[in-house]
């Protein structure tokens, strides 16, 4: 049992590491489970992915039409690097996502799912990120990819991407729609060198997000994951 003298000591505390895009409030703490949604889920990926030295296991069912094209993710990240899977039901996709975390050889863990996961599919998903900070390398990060807003119970953080083409190309509205520890809020974002991030002060960022785009035309450059 720690004493008042420890609980009280004034040693400035630690933040837990994790993967940031730009800006310490976009940060996905490492060992634990986050969802991304929005309709640039996939790009989203590929950026924090990209902070990473790999390898990054991505898991998707088996025979869907949505795969990655490695032409359009070359400029995120080395198309080699990552280790895809594939897996005939979503019980052994959530399966293998659980041995790759708890292996904990790769840094960033992509489950790529058709709905949201219950409660105890993603409490053994932390439980396994846990297992893997130990046994492994690396400090594993697992990320669930779902359609809409998403919607996973459970989760460290929930964070939405969506194309911002009122600002031209290369321009992408980040949402953070659930944190532990943080209010809801908007960045807009840019696409620089193998990353995204903030292109302006965060007092701008609520002034220049609109309520409403369309999202109807989206390039292949702009939404990779698109064969």
């Known amino acids: 049992m720690h004493s008042a003298a420890t609980l009280l000591s004034r040693r400035p505390h630690r933040p837990a590491p994790a993967i940031t895009l730009g800006d310490a409030e976009i940060g996905l703490r490492l060992g634990r489970v986050h969802e991304l949604c929005g309709s640039a889920r996939r790009t989203l990926a590929l950026a924090i992915a990209a902070q990473t030295q790999g390898p990054v296991v991505w898991i998707t069912p088996q ?65 396994a990120s846990e297992a893997g900070c130990g046994a492994g390398v690396c400090r594993p990060l697992a990320l669930l990819l779902t359609p809409d807003q998403g919607g996973a119970p459970g989760i460290e953080t929930r964070w939405a991407l969506n194309p911002a083409h009122h600002k031209g190309a290369g321009h992408w509205t980040l949402s953070r729609l659930r944190a532990r520890m943080a209010p809801p809020r908007d960045w807009l974002m840019t696409v620089r060198p193998s990353d995204l991030a903030p292109c302006i002060s965060a007092a701008e960022t609520s002034a220049a997000l609109p309520d409403n785009e369309d999202y109807s035309t989206l390039s292949q450059k702009e939404h990779p994951h698109v064969a």
């Open 63 to 127: 025979g869907v039409s949505d795969v990655l094209c490695a032409d359009a993710i070359a400029d995120w990240i080395n198309p080699g690097h990552i280790l895809f899977a594939t897996a005939p039901k979503r019980d052994l996709l959530l399966w293998a996502m659980e041995e790759a975390l708890r292996d904990g050889h790769a840094p960033v863990v992509i489950a790529d799912l058709p709905a949201p996961p219950g409660m105890v599919p993603v409490r053994r998903l932390h439980l």
